[in-house]
């Protein structure tokens, strides 16, 4: 009898599971969530129920924003499909992803290389724009300002590295249906390919507004 006893109390304990439990079991299986990439922690529960055994639980987020962060819910618990009782829950929802990071401090218009960037799981729950998974994907691009250690890299911090830097001498191009005149001169602003900038022509002195066509030359359009 006692050894039946024991069999029948270990039973209802393998059946049995807290109703935090479940909701994040819930939310992993609504939501399609990958458990090697998010983490959820209940933040408060008004549930009175805190274990369930044969009960089932419905879950209805308030809102239509994707699962992250900050997160709520109504939750149901039902009993041979009457309902048992219902209430919010809040809940904090971490995500985590391999993504290029910074491995030192970085300053303003520094290039991204081997040496200075890693990719490492990091939680990315509060990135506003798309980060970067590999080193390929900055190729002509640097850095706006200065990013401290172990931060993820994101589109927002890039700029295009400019074909013609301000100060720097290049060709003027001025060009007709059946001419071609070109002048020495010096970018004034920085510019990539298809930008317009201020370049001074070295010649008369005259600042014009011409179009980056290369590294070396801009262009006057007629």
Do not use: W
Not at 181 to 207: H, R, W
């Amino acid at each position: 009898n006692i050894l039946i006893s024991l069999l029948i109390v270990c039973s209802l304990s393998a059946n049995t599971r807290t109703v935090n439990d479940a909701i994040v079991e819930q939310m992993f299986d609504d939501f399609n969530l990958d458990t090697t990439t998010y983490e959820i922690e209940i933040l408060s529960n008004g549930l009175k129920k805190k274990e369930l055994d044969k009960e089932e639980i419905s879950i209805k987020p308030l809102t239509l924003k994707d699962p992250l962060g900050l997160f709520t819910v109504i939750v149901t618990i039902f009993e041979n499909n009457e309902k048992v009782e219902a209430s919010q829950v809040r809940m904090r929802i971490k995500k985590f992803d391999s993504v290029l990071i910074t491995s030192d401090r970085l300053k303003r218009k520094t290039q991204l290389t081997t040496s200075n960037t890693t990719v490492q799981k990091v939680e990315v729950t509060n990135l506003r724009s798309k980060p970067f998974y590999s080193l390929k994907e900055t190729e002509g691009y640097r850095l706006k300002g200065t990013i401290q250690k172990s931060i993820p890299i994101t589109s927002k911090m890039l700029e295009k590295i400019p074909d013609i830097v301000s100060g720097r001498e290049t060709t003027i191009v001025y060009s007709g249906s059946v001419f071609k005149i070109t002048a020495d001169g010096i970018a004034l602003q920085s510019g990539c390919e298809g930008d317009f900038i201020k370049v001074k022509n070295k010649t008369s002195k005259k600042i014009i507004v011409a179009r980056v066509i290369d590294a070396l030359h801009v262009a006057v359009d007629p």
